[in-house]
């Protein structure tokens, strides 16, 4: 019988049941000669009614008590740089695999969880995040879940509905609760009352805040359906969806909340970061030794071969930084995060620990690193084994350097660069989370938007890629001056940016314009060949600054050609330049002119606003 009410005989199902493997709910087939829980069938039903036909997949074996059942989690919300940064393919659902007894189904043992993308076959570390906390999750409830109880639940649920009324017709109205919508529109919330509960005059809900609307809605479902509170705290990402549609609904529900923030929690206890300015784009490790000594046996790290072998420029320039920090009078303040790498020789010990810091290993470790230049032109393993002798932790700190990095950074191409800039060291430069990147659109809807240059010293952005371009105003992080308030300093000039990018390592000295101008017109006698051939950078004295697009809201203090944004959202990197021996690019930039927008907007449109 399948879960519609209606018999089926031998004659419709496809394949031999008693021995061969099948899909139910995609062929249409079952085993006619197991007794499948009615409970089960409902919470199958219940998927596709809120969702659709294709959500849920199941695979019955022939004379087996188990039963996988496929939850289809569309991800196509996340933006396309957000799922190349989290090396996951958003044209693609990610599928939940659940094993539970047949016939016995919540009453039976716990599931086995997988996760998984079909065409995502290496490198799916979000996929190892999620199983994690989706084993949790499972494992919490099963301590009261039962068929018993589900159906009681669900018996309170269908109570309150008319009898001539159905589950659809009644959340047609309610458009913030809906699932994933088929196109990338955003459904408006029509309902005033539901208006005047969220304190908003019109809601537009995309994909991603249909995701993340528990996170920043104050547990919606209780004052709308009237069900009893989550036992987690009100408010929170982890909170636990209710149980009224059945258990599948209930942990699709979960992931669904949970896939959007991943980047917030640690990969390995999912406690939630801590970071001064919030969560970056990349999901990381904590700094807990327990944390970093699983993280470290689980392989996650072994992914530096795969890294070279395809971004080396970024690599380099990771590896440019890192140095550059650990040289710094100062890198007592901006060396951080300090790695935490396990001893190779001793897996239970950490041979740099953020709680026993020793700058001289580590600069004879990086020392020690090979150039990158070197490791893609011969056989990486060969290389290692090189780096291995010179230094046995030269190895591990690259593997530090590469996988704490929680930006997304890929080399642009020449034809994608921006000619005006004069350096073939281009990159685009992301590091907003979901989250924040959905609130900056937000904001730019209201506000609109531009475009200004960030400079500071190369030293400063190993800690900016981990933890922000952050507001160091009247902190100890603070360099210059905060003449003209707190926030992130901006300009829409290059002379100004450019000036503050040399600024450092003891210089305070702001050069004047005219000198950037005689770096720059120095720089365009010197022969090009080399740094336009050239993939890596050749000097270690290096020049790099940021283009970022800023939020136009009244906040947006603007002083002549220093502008201050006290609101870290409204700021985020979208371009890095880095220029070698001391030169610097055009002083005269000024990203106001018609003509630089224009440029900006050729190469920015196909590479961030996709959406």
Partial sequence: ?????????DDDSEGDNESEEFLYGVQGSCAADLYRHPQLDADIEAVKEIYSENSVSIREYGTIDDVDIDLHINISFLDEEVSTAWKVLRTEPIVLRLRFSLSQYLDGPEPSIEVFQPSNKEGFGLGLQLKKILGMFTSQQWKHLSNDFLKTQQEKRHSWFKASGTIKKFRAGLSIFSPIPKSPSFPIIQDSMLKGKLGVPELRVGRLMNRSISC?????????????????????????????????????????????????????????HVFQNGSMLKPAVCTRELCVFSFYTLGVMSGAAEDVA???????????????????????????????????????????NPKKKNYERLQKALDSVMSIREMTQGSYLE??????????????????????????????????QLKFMHTSHQFLLLSSPPAKEARFRTAKKLYGSTFAFHGSHIENWHSILRNGLV??????????????????????????????????????????????????????TIPQTRSIQSRFLQSRNLNCIALCEVITSKDLQKHGNIWVCPVSDHVCTRFFFVYEDGQVGDANINTQDPKIQKEIMRVIGTQVYTN
């Fill in 471 to 524: 507001n160091a105003s009247y902190t100890k992080l603070q360099l210059h001056g905060a003449a003209y308030g707190k926030g992130i300093y901006l300009s829409p000039i290059s002379s100004i940016s450019f000036g503050y990018s040399g600024m450092g390592k003891g210089q305070h000295r702001m050069p004047s314009k005219d000198e950037l101008v005689q770096r720059y017109n120095r720089m365009n």
């Fill in 216 to 272: 920043t809605v104050k547990n919606p479902k209780v004052e709308v359906f009237g069900y009893p509170p989550s036992p987690q705290v009100s408010g929170h990402c982890k909170n636990i969806p209710t149980l009224e549609y059945g258990f599948l609904v209930q942990i699709m529900k979960y992931a669904e909340q949970r896939i959007p923030t991943l980047n917030e929690y640690c990969v390995v206890c999912d406690e939630q």
């Fill in 1 to 9: 019988m399948d879960i519609k009410g209606q018999f089926w005989n």
């Fill in 383 to 416: 290389i290692k084994k090189q780096m291995d002798k010179l230094d046995p932790l030269a190895h591990p700190l690259l593997q530090w350097i590469i996988s704490s990095n929680r930006s997304h950074i890929v080399k642009l191409p020449l034809s994608r």
């Fill in 310 to 352: 395809t971004g080396a420029e970024v690599v380099d320039l990771l590896v440019a930084m890192c140095r550059a920090a650990l040289e710094s009078p100062r890198k007592s303040i901006i060396f951080e995060p300090y790695p935490s790498v396990v001893d190779p020789t001793d897996p239970k010990t950490l041979a740099f």
